[in-house]
């Protein structure tokens, strides 16, 4: 019996020893104090970012696979419990698990955050942006959430409390007629009743499932206290996240005692490591922020006579983060660019200046030298101070221990180990002249003439001519193995990128390119200008090139504006900021430019800041790929316009003056009367959710006043002044539920061309920036939660008509081409995408796509219901023709090719899914049907085609695949459909195992094997020399595919 006795107590003890004991806050003689069981818990918190260099706003550790997750949590972890951390600040998307591992194996509680809506929430399948606390659908969802959490957390060990919002009464930015009726001054705290009114009934859910944690709000500072004492009876904490620089002041603890009694947290304090007057981090300035901070708290904690009612802070934050300043760009550039202003950090005040740099508040900095995967931690000064600091206790030390101790640090110490980390650092990034990046790739391609081969193995013959044969560019003069015959290559290439600091607040890089010859393929275009300074339509092998300056940016900054440089670099135009008529364009496609031998962008660009904000200007000989040379400037800016009903008010002009001489047509018809014009006015007002109305003004092709043309009938007209004005307006409302109900209205005069708007978001089809049309275009927004729909319908017809015999290359100043030709179309997107914080049609979401399952589906129809006139078109046959300039030129020419005539019951069908099942596993499936036309002539296939295509492609950790196939679709050139060339089986394969955790988005860091090939048929053609002489005239049946094995290594 007792040794029976002795089992069931031993038993009793060890699940006890497992079941959490209940947190609470207790108040006595000697002030405030929280305990997890009888045991004092002091917060000796840090708000615990962990976003690695070069991710966005969007990345979360927790859908990372478990071994990157440990990496992180073994690397941090031991450095904070170091520190004397015990309690991190988190969201409500940590796995339970993770909060265990992180308690039991390093006795670090967590904190639980859930934000209730601050940036935004899904109200019964809507989302809903500024949240509308006084929406009684919202609050219900909002409450529902608060109770979802402590259901998810309620048993986990290392839980310590819970805390809702963050800063939620900074963002009371929703409107209503019953709060519109009220006096300016009165409405934010109108909406702050219903906040903190909601904020108690989720605290009391909360209290209702998990009774056995403290909940707590994070407010900003102490606003609308009084209310919150008011109308937050059951608040158990009170936080806080509190910027005025040297200290908190005895205000704040007053305040809270007085009007509230509850102990408070500072959620977030802190200071940033950036001196913004004189441009360099300044890990002095936050010890000092942080020391008098402290010493501060300590004086104001538990059983120190004072107001006894805090219970400590959660720094903000572990790491620098690279990418607030620009959220989704520059994410591996380490920017000091201020965000506010704040004169409570006087060390670096200065009138006009701002002098809080968010991407530098890290107690640690980051290297981009990684150890296991994670970058290296630079603790800085202050994270020593608190290594010391620590040790004392916030409820037990005595007035004079901590004054000793503040009177005594030993802040050169702190200072030298803190700086000799930086100083490493430095040494590494802040050269003159530095390497950011290097790159080293081989490949070895083996050509297959498939043919051949079978042959070869049912006859048994040598195999050797299935991958060593002459092909179809034999010449009668003569034999050059090296161009005339397919072979097995071997191509190797490196990249460095040198990154210059010359002078402060100028940056720039500079990429160059070695390589041994071009990568072998006998199944695309040439990269012309990438490899060989050659004519477009000639063959590659003619020219011997082992060198490229492939490409540059050099960057300015100062407070009134931002200069930036571009060759060959990137960068947008300005569609989303007052360009709707596209007179500017992206200037992303790099690859495209090599192909086609562009050096583009090659510009220079102004950005205004402070006066000059909302003013870009930017000028070059090629701004994007194609674009005459020219300078634009752009001014957009919105406001409020304090006027009832109307809510906002954006407003945008655009002037763009092109340079140079006109050109003969058979070089550049699109240049052939010479340099021009353009500009734009428009305007977007928005009245609440009732209505939205955009309007704008166009003028474009002022160059061509005066010019002739021959209309339908035979006559004879010139072009006028009127001929060049556009116009574009929309009316929308989101009155129906859920949806966003529009018209649109597009004019252009014959001659007010610019270029096609990108398309984007899961169509087919775009605006196509085309002169000479009357186009109306009605459509749907439709969102229910994660599911959108997108229904739009076009009709589309010119002013005038094609006359079957007009042409550009011939002179005329404009035509009717597949843009702006009689048509009628029908287009909806459907998309299901759970995870709001990444697009589903974003250009990278295949790489940053979270939801377990997301996917879309695309229906395009089409009518074209009218002929186009004759389509111009650049062929490589060559010749010379006489230029404008009395000069001649030898090349590649436009030629006036066939109309396209009237094509009926046009369609086409996609689909893409991402699948995520586990944080290892990464699935994306795609598919692409239809019934389409070539877009210049019907020189290969003489009808439509019907084409099917399908892609896979999977990421197992550091495994990745991709593979695609189509049938009876167009080779992989854009001018293939032009033609019509069309081939029965086009497919690849592509394997590999990544150094690193490869990407679908490069090639780079990884080993694998690819291959590739192609089935010709009747309407193909072997444009690239793939097929035997023997196949030169007849292609079809030949078969053909290259075998790839590749290795790349990137630094």
Same mark, same amino acid.
Request: charged content about 20%.
């Given at each position: 019996?007792?040794?029976?006795?002795? @089992?069931? +107590?031993?038993?009793?003890?060890?699940?006890?020893?497992?079941?959490?004991?209940?947190?609470?806050?207790?108040?006595?003689?000697?002030?405030?104090?929280?305990?997890?069981?009888?045991?004092?818990?002091?917060?000796?918190?840090?708000?615990?970012?962990?976003? !690695?260099?070069?991710? *966005?706003?969007?990345?979360?550790?927790?859908?990372?696979?478990?071994?990157?997750?440990?990496?992180?949590?073994?690397?941090?972890?031991?450095?904070?419990?170091?520190?004397?951390?015990?309690?991190?600040?988190?969201?409500?998307?940590?796995?339970?698990?993770?909060?265990?591992?992180?308690?039991?194996?390093?006795?670090?509680?967590?904190?639980?955050?859930?934000?209730?809506?601050?940036?935004?929430?899904?109200?019964?399948?809507?989302?809903?942006?500024?949240?509308?606390?006084?929406?009684?659908?919202?609050?219900?969802?909002?409450?529902?959430?608060?109770?979802?959490?402590?259901?998810?957390?309620?048993?986990?060990?290392?839980?310590?409390?819970?805390?809702?919002?963050?800063?939620?009464?900074?963002?009371?930015?929703?409107?209503?007629?019953?709060?519109?009726?009220? !006096? @300016?001054?009165?409405?934010?705290?109108?909406?702050?009743?219903?906040?903190?009114?909601?904020?108690?009934?989720?605290?009391?859910?909360?209290?209702?499932?998990?009774?056995?944690?403290?909940?707590?709000?994070?407010?900003?500072?102490?606003?609308?206290?009084?209310?919150?004492?008011?109308?937050?009876?059951?608040?158990?904490?009170?936080?806080?996240?509190?910027?005025?620089?040297?200290?908190?002041?005895?205000?704040?603890?007053?305040?809270?005692?007085?009007?509230?009694?509850?102990?408070?947290?500072?959620?977030?304090?802190?200071?940033?490591?950036?001196?913004?007057?004189?441009?360099?981090?300044?890990?002095?300035?936050?010890?000092?922020?942080?020391?008098?901070?402290?010493?501060?708290?300590?004086?104001?904690?538990?059983?120190?006579?004072?107001?006894?009612?805090?219970?400590?802070?959660?720094?903000?934050?572990?790491?620098?983060?690279?990418?607030?300043?620009?959220?989704?760009?520059?994410?591996?550039?380490?920017?000091?660019?201020?965000?506010?202003?704040?004169?409570?950090?006087?060390?670096?005040?200065?009138?006009?200046?701002?002098?809080?740099?968010?991407?530098?508040?890290?107690?640690?900095?980051?290297?981009?030298?990684?150890?296991?995967?994670?970058?290296?931690?630079?603790?800085?000064?202050?994270?020593?101070?608190?290594?010391?600091?620590?040790?004392?206790?916030?409820?037990?030390?005595?007035?004079?221990?901590?004054?000793?101790?503040?009177?005594?640090? !030993?802040?050169?110490?702190?200072?030298?180990?803190?700086?000799?980390?930086?100083?490493?650092?430095?040494?590494?990034?802040?050269?003159?002249?530095?390497?950011?990046?290097?790159?080293?790739?081989?490949?070895?391609?083996?050509?297959?003439?498939?043919?051949?081969?079978?042959?070869?193995?049912?006859?048994?013959?040598?195999?050797?001519?299935?991958?060593?044969?002459?092909?179809?560019?034999?010449?009668?003069?003569?034999?050059?193995?090296?161009?005339?015959?397919?072979? /097995?290559?071997?191509?190797?290439?490196?990249?460095?990128?040198?990154?210059?600091?010359?002078?402060?607040?100028?940056?720039?890089?500079?990429?160059?390119?070695?390589?041994?010859?071009?990568?072998?393929?006998?199944?695309?275009?040439?990269?012309?200008?990438?490899?060989?300074?050659?004519?477009?339509?000639?063959?590659?092998?003619?020219?011997?090139?082992?060198?490229?300056?492939?490409?540059?940016?050099?960057?300015?900054?100062?407070?009134?504006?931002?200069?930036?440089?571009?060759?060959?670099?990137?960068?947008?135009?300005?569609?989303?900021?007052?360009?709707?008529?596209?007179?500017?364009?992206?200037?992303?496609?790099?690859?495209?430019?090599?192909?086609?031998?562009?050096?583009?962008?090659?510009?220079?660009?102004?950005?205004?800041?402070?006066?000059?904000?909302?003013?870009?200007?930017?000028?070059?000989?090629?701004?994007?790929?194609?674009?005459?040379?020219?300078?634009?400037?752009?001014?957009?800016?919105?406001?409020?316009?304090?006027?009832?009903?109307?809510?906002?008010?954006?407003?945008?002009?655009?002037?763009?003056?092109?340079?140079?001489?006109?050109?003969?047509?058979?070089?550049?018809?699109?240049?052939?009367?010479?340099?021009?014009?353009? +500009?734009?006015?428009?305007?977007?007002?928005?009245?609440?959710?009732?209505?939205?109305?955009?309007?704008?003004?166009?003028?474009?092709?002022?160059?061509?006043?005066?010019?002739?043309?021959?209309?339908?009938?035979?006559?004879?007209?010139?072009?006028?002044?009127?001929?060049?004005?556009?116009?574009?307006?929309?009316?929308?409302?989101?009155?129906? /539920?859920?949806?966003?109900?529009?018209?649109?209205?597009?004019?252009?005069?014959?001659?007010?061309?610019?270029?096609?708007? /990108?398309?984007?978001?899961?169509?087919?089809?775009?605006?196509?920036?085309?002169?000479?049309?009357?186009?109306?275009?009605?459509?749907?927004?439709?969102?229910?939660?994660?599911?959108?729909?997108?229904?739009?319908?076009?009709?589309?017809?010119?002013?005038?008509?094609?006359?079957?015999?007009?042409?550009?290359?011939?002179?005329?100043?404009?035509?009717?081409?597949?843009?702006?030709?009689?048509?009628?179309?029908?287009?909806?997107?459907?998309?299901?995408?759970?995870?709001?914080?990444?697009?589903?049609?974003?250009?990278?979401?295949?790489?940053?796509?979270?939801?377990?399952?997301?996917?879309?589906?695309?229906?395009?129809?089409?009518?074209?219901?009218?002929?186009?006139?004759?389509?111009?078109?650049?062929?490589?046959?060559?010749?010379?023709?006489?230029?404008?300039?009395?000069?001649?030129?030898?090349?590649?020419?436009?030629?006036?090719?066939?109309?396209?005539?009237?094509?009926?019951?046009?369609?086409?069908?996609?689909?893409?899914?991402?699948?995520?099942?586990?944080?290892?596993?990464?699935?994306?499936?795609?598919?692409?049907?239809?019934?389409?036309?070539?877009?210049?002539?019907?020189?290969?296939?003489?009808?439509?085609?019907?084409?099917?295509?399908?892609?896979?492609?999977?990421?197992?950790?550091?495994?990745?695949?991709?593979? *695609?196939?189509?049938?009876?679709?167009?080779?992989?050139?854009?001018?293939?459909?032009?033609?019509?060339?069309?081939?029965?089986?086009?497919?690849?394969?592509?394997?590999?195992?990544?150094?690193?955790?490869?990407?679908?988005?490069?090639?780079?860091?990884?080993?694998?094997?690819?291959?590739?090939? +192609?089935?010709?048929?009747?309407?193909?053609? *072997?444009?690239?020399?793939?097929?035997?002489?023997?196949?030169?005239?007849?292609?079809?049946?030949?078969?053909?595919?290259?075998?790839?094995?590749?290795?790349? @290594?990137?630094?």
């Amino acid at each position: 019996m007792k040794k029976s006795l002795i @089992v069931f +107590a031993a038993l009793f003890a060890f699940l006890t020893g497992f079941a959490s004991a209940k947190v609470t806050v207790r108040k006595d003689a000697g002030g405030w104090r929280m305990f997890d069981g009888n045991r004092e818990v002091e917060i000796k918190g840090i708000t615990w970012s962990n976003t !690695p260099i070069g991710m *966005d706003y969007n990345y979360s550790l927790w859908r990372m696979d478990d071994d990157f997750i440990m990496a992180t949590l073994n690397t941090d972890m031991p450095m904070l419990q170091a520190m004397g951390v015990n309690v991190i600040r988190s969201f409500d998307d940590v796995p339970p698990k993770w909060v265990e591992y992180i308690y039991e194996n390093y006795g670090i509680y967590t904190l639980i955050n859930n934000l209730m809506g601050r940036y935004g929430v899904t109200v019964k399948g809507k989302w809903v942006f500024p949240t509308d606390y006084q929406d009684k659908d919202t609050r219900e969802t909002l409450v529902e959430m608060a109770r979802n959490t402590a259901e998810k957390y309620k048993n986990v060990r290392g839980l310590l409390f819970y805390m809702l919002g963050n800063e939620s009464n900074y963002g009371l930015e929703w409107s209503s007629t019953e709060i519109e009726n009220l !006096p @300016v001054g009165e409405q934010h705290r109108a909406k702050a009743v219903y906040l903190y009114s909601m904020f108690e009934e989720a605290i009391k859910a909360m209290h209702e499932v998990d009774p056995d944690h403290p909940v707590g709000i994070v407010n900003g500072d102490v606003q609308y206290i009084d209310l919150i004492a008011e109308l937050c009876p059951s608040l158990d904490i009170f936080g806080s996240n509190v910027y005025r620089g040297w200290k908190f002041y005895e205000g704040f603890y007053e305040d809270v005692a007085s009007k509230l009694d509850k102990p408070a947290v500072f959620t977030e304090c802190g200071a940033d490591a950036f001196n913004a007057v004189t441009g360099k981090e300044d890990q002095w300035a936050q010890l000092q922020y942080f020391k008098t901070q402290w010493e501060e708290v300590y004086q104001e904690g538990y059983g120190k006579g004072r107001h006894q009612n805090v219970l400590g802070a959660f720094l903000f934050e572990w790491i620098d983060e690279w990418w607030k300043i620009y959220q989704w760009k520059d994410l591996t550039i380490h920017n000091d660019k201020g965000t506010w202003a704040n004169s409570g950090y006087s060390l670096d005040f200065k009138e006009g200046v701002n002098n809080m740099d968010e991407e530098w508040f890290g107690l640690c900095g980051q290297s981009t030298v990684t150890v296991n995967g994670v970058n290296k931690r630079l603790p800085r000064a202050a994270y020593y101070f608190f290594c010391d600091l620590w040790k004392h206790s916030l409820y037990n030390s005595t007035n004079a221990e901590m004054e000793r101790f503040f009177a005594t640090l !030993p802040e050169d110490i702190y200072l030298s180990r803190g700086n000799s980390e930086t100083i490493r650092e430095d040494i590494k990034q802040s050269k003159l002249f530095s390497i950011s990046s290097m790159n080293v790739s081989a490949q070895f391609t083996t050509p297959v003439f498939l043919n051949y081969l079978l042959d070869d193995i049912k006859d048994g013959h040598n195999w050797r001519d299935a991958f060593r044969y002459v092909n179809n560019e034999y010449k009668s003069d003569g034999y050059n193995s090296d161009k005339m015959e397919n072979k /097995p290559s071997l191509q190797a290439e490196a990249s460095v990128t040198l990154a210059m600091n010359p002078v402060e607040n100028v940056n720039g890089s500079a990429t160059f390119k070695a390589f041994t010859g071009e990568p072998f393929s006998r199944l695309r275009d040439h990269y012309s200008s990438y490899y060989d300074d050659v004519p477009y339509g000639e063959n590659i092998y003619d020219y011997e090139k082992n060198f490229d300056f492939y490409a540059a940016n050099l960057s300015y900054e100062n407070k009134n504006f931002d200069l930036n440089g571009y060759y060959h670099t990137g960068h947008a135009g300005y569609a989303g900021n007052g360009d709707v008529f596209n007179i500017t364009q992206d200037a992303f496609d790099i690859v495209g430019y090599d192909t086609y031998g562009s050096k583009a962008p090659v510009a220079v660009e102004f950005t205004g800041k402070g006066k000059l904000s909302g003013l870009s200007v930017i000028g070059g000989p090629e701004i994007y790929g194609g674009a005459a040379p020219q300078i634009v400037a752009n001014y957009y800016k919105g406001f409020w316009p304090g006027v009832k009903g109307l809510s906002w008010i954006n407003y945008g002009f655009l002037f763009c003056e092109e340079f140079g001489q006109s050109e003969n047509m058979a070089l550049a018809p699109f240049n052939a009367y010479g340099s021009g014009r353009k +500009a734009s006015v428009y305007g977007e007002f928005y009245f609440n959710d009732i209505a939205s109305v955009k309007l704008g003004i166009l003028h474009s092709g002022s160059e061509k006043v005066g010019a002739k043309y021959t209309t339908k009938n035979g006559s004879e007209k010139e072009i006028s002044d009127f001929d060049t004005l556009g116009a574009y307006a929309q009316i929308g409302t989101k009155m129906i /539920p859920y949806s966003f109900v529009y018209a649109n209205a597009i004019y252009r005069g014959l001659v007010a061309d610019t270029n096609g708007a /990108p398309v984007n978001g899961g169509f087919f089809s775009g605006d196509s920036g085309s002169g000479n049309r009357l186009e109306l275009q009605a459509g749907v927004d439709f969102g229910y939660g994660p599911l959108s729909i997108k229904p739009v319908v076009r009709v589309r017809t010119p002013l005038e008509a094609a006359n079957g015999t007009r042409s550009i290359v011939d002179g005329s100043p404009f035509y009717v081409g597949q843009g702006n030709r009689q048509s009628f179309e029908i287009e909806t997107v459907i998309t299901y995408d759970p995870e709001g914080g990444t697009w589903f049609h974003n250009w990278d979401n295949n790489e940053t796509e979270n939801a377990k399952l997301a996917f879309s589906i695309s229906g395009l129809y089409q009518l074209y219901a009218g002929e186009t006139d004759l389509l111009p078109y650049k062929d490589n046959n060559g010749g010379t023709v006489d230029r404008n300039d009395g000069t001649i030129a030898s090349g590649d020419f436009w030629r006036a090719y066939n109309s396209l005539p009237l094509q009926h019951n046009l369609w086409q069908f996609g689909a893409r899914v991402v699948a995520n099942p586990s944080n290892s596993l990464r699935l994306i499936a795609g598919v692409n049907v239809g019934h389409q036309s070539p877009s210049v002539a019907y020189y290969g296939d003489p009808d439509d085609i019907t084409f099917i295509g399908a892609n896979f492609a999977a990421r197992y950790k550091r495994w990745i695949m991709r593979a *695609d196939a189509t049938v009876n679709g167009w080779g992989s050139a854009g001018w293939m459909r032009d033609q019509n060339y069309t081939f029965p089986l086009q497919y690849s394969i592509d394997i590999a195992c990544g150094f690193k955790k490869p990407s679908f988005i490069d090639s780079n860091n990884r080993i694998g094997v690819r291959v590739q090939g +192609a089935n010709f048929g009747k309407y193909s053609q *072997d444009s690239y020399h793939a097929l035997p002489y023997a196949y030169r005239d007849n292609p079809d049946g030949a078969r053909y595919l290259e075998f790839t094995t590749y290795v790349s @290594v990137g630094l």
